[in-house]
């Protein structure tokens, strides 16, 4: 028994290796997307917005998630393997370019730590099984949703509806849950978001929140079903709130500054992946 325990404490130690460092690169291909799927989606609205005005689109360079290669964003030296290591070539460098000695932004090792920390945490949760690699693509998702729609109050469908469309797919066979209860937590969980937003505009003439928001809800609804609508709700509301807060005492936001709710969401929704039952019981004790 004891060399049975040891051999399975052994087998988790390497899972938890190989799923940090594939992690850790994951958060490093993360960091390009997050910067250039903005812009690649930007450059697609001005060459329709061209189209439709049947006037010659823009010329503009070959620009992808692989072309061009990575540049330093101060003086477009172009990296090379040895700065993109991830993490450690931050480090090793101090934070600062090799070639101009600017200052490189502490958001691009944080992302990729923080996509180490929680695949790890999925790693924890749910051990070598089918459930994790699941955990792993939806909690990279949700990272990249989340840094888009803090930069740019925008969730992309690139990312929502692969969301959305992975959600039902994982399910078909119960992975999380019964493909029922998949199909009615995305229809739910896209029908609340819609009906509040258009009950705010009708009330206040104003805005509220995007479609990308209810896309990411009716996602949350397809990988864990109608039952979880209600507490990601609440929960994000409460996140939501904590931020705006915890933003305004710092005075890093205004009252005339929007703040994304797709962030809140997303945690909400990730915190629900590792600790839903618990969260569910804990609901229904407090609401009964």
């Known amino acids: 028994m004891a060399v ?10 390497s899972l938890y290796i190989i799923v940090t460092l594939l992690s850790l690169l994951v958060g490093s291909f993360l960091n390009v997307v997050i910067y250039r799927l903005p812009v690649m989606l930007k450059r ?5 917005c061209a189209e439709l005005n049947n006037s010659p689109a ?25 700065d993109n290591i991830p993490l450690l070539s ?5 934070g600062r370019c090799r ?17 180490a920390i929680l695949s790890a945490a999925a790693v924890w949760r749910f051990g070598a099984s089918p459930e994790l690699l699941a955990a792993l693509l939806f ?15 925008l969730l992309p469908d690139n990312l929502t509806l692969s969301l959305l469309w992975l959600g039902l797919l994982i399910n078909l ?21 819609w009906s509040l937003y258009w009950a705010f505009k009708l009330a206040t003439g104003k805005e509220g929140m995007g479609y990308g928001d209810f896309k990411l809800l009716a996602a949350l609804g397809a990988w864990f079903g109608w039952q979880a609508i209600l507490p990601i709700l609440l929960l994000s509301s409460v996140i939501g709130s904590v931020i705006g807060l915890s933003l305004m005492a710092s005075r890093r936001l205004n009252a005339q500054q929007v703040l994304p709710f797709g962030p809140a969401l ?5 915190v629900y992946l590792i600790w839903g039952k618990p969260l569910i019981n804990w609901y229904w004790s407090v609401a009964l």
């Open 4 to 13: 049975l325990s040891q051999w399975l404490t052994q087998d988790m130690l």
């Open 44 to 48: 697609e609205w001005q060459q329709e």
């Open 58 to 82: 823009p010329e503009q360079a070959t620009f992808n998630i692989c072309t061009p290669r990575s540049r330093c964003s101060h003086c477009q030296h172009q990296l090379s393997a040895l």
């Open 90 to 94: 931050w480090l090793m460098l101090r």
């Open 99 to 115: 070639y101009c000695q600017e200052k490189v932004s502490k958001r691009y090792p944080l992302v990729e730590l923080s996509t």
């Open 139 to 153: 909690t990279w998702l949700l990272i990249c949703m989340t840094m888009i729609d803090v930069d740019h109050l």
């Open 173 to 193: 066979n119960g992975l999380f849950i019964p493909l029922s209860d998949a199909v009615i937590g995305g229809v739910i969980g896209y029908g609340i978001l």
């Open 266 to 270: 997303a945690i909400a929704g990730w």
